[in-house]
């Protein structure tokens, strides 16, 4: 039976797609990659929860292939880490690397629990990570500051084109001159360049000796000649700290949030802070900084399609948000006072004790008192047992 010429050119059309989508599927699997952040305490810990159940919840992870890591220092705690696994993390502790302690030159401003300059060098642990697929560097790494989140997937960052160089970035909002952003940064994992970094540090001379700086100084040439297109899109990200700018209205922070893949908390508006330090204009953004703490309340066993709907709800429903976080509330609650399953329900109250006093609106003050009551009553039904 002869087949019509139109349905076998359909056919080949088929195959030919097929063929190309198998082949891209096998160029993936080649490409070793990674999204990794970095905490130095608990704080930054229960934050790098939140991006870690967001990025598992768009898609990355297990998922796509795509490896989770998060670099820890001594200071996070076991019930942190544990935690951290739990999202989806793969945790690692490193040890701090210290720029001065060669006689480098230049300062480093006095740390503070958001931002401490000189522990930020731990961040070069990440050149030296490799993949669990075939034990080599990393052939794509994305580095994202432990305060922020994911909105959306983040495919787009993982294009062949931000990976040609040493390292690439988008520009700093707040410079005309154009400087590399450190806190999303895309590179090929490479063991020697630490050392190289470091070694620039104790030579030179840069700005508050902040990581940021002295890549940006090491990096200078060839930053500055690299092409738009090899640039991470400025739309892509964006940092809370730009909603003070001056000329930034309430609507165009939105538009520009709305946009964006990924929402960093950057500067001295952290959520775990809200609504405490906020400035006039920056209050659009409060709506996700209640999504981050309900991201981080969800019990977990809620559903990856629950945050996600959340996220991307948000931007045109910012109303939700409030409502989100306190249904979260009311299931940490639940899950707290549970007595169905006693184990499950000790471990919930472990979880909320770590995370209760980063949630403001007076959330997390409640969680407190639920979680006392709760632990007291578990006490007395112990007692009655024995």
Known sequence: MAIHPGVLRVMCVLIALLTWSLAIEAAKQKQTRAIVTYATNDVYAMSAVVLGRTLVAVGHGAEDKTELIVLVTAPVSSGARTLLADVGWDVLEVAPIDPQSADAKGSIPQATEDRDLNVEFGKLHAWKLRSKKDNKPFRRV?????????????????????YRGTVTSRYERRSAKGILFGGLLAFRADPSFPDSVLEFARTHVNTGMALQGVLNDQLREEW???PDNERIPMWTHYGASAC???GNTAASVHADVAQALILDFQGVAKPWRWPEVTFPVCAVLTSYAQVWAAVLLFPLATKHLTIRSMLENVDSLPHTAEGMLSLASQLAQQGMTSQDDPAAAAKERARVRLIAKHVGWGVGAELLRVLEAAEAGAGVRQQEEE
Not at 153 to 161: A, G, K
């Open 224 to 226: 500055v000649n690299k």
């Open 244 to 246: 003070m700018l001056s």
């Open 142 to 162: 994305l580095m994202i500051d432990a305060d922020a989140y994911a909105k959306r997937p983040l495919d787009e960052l993982f294009h062949s084109r931000f």
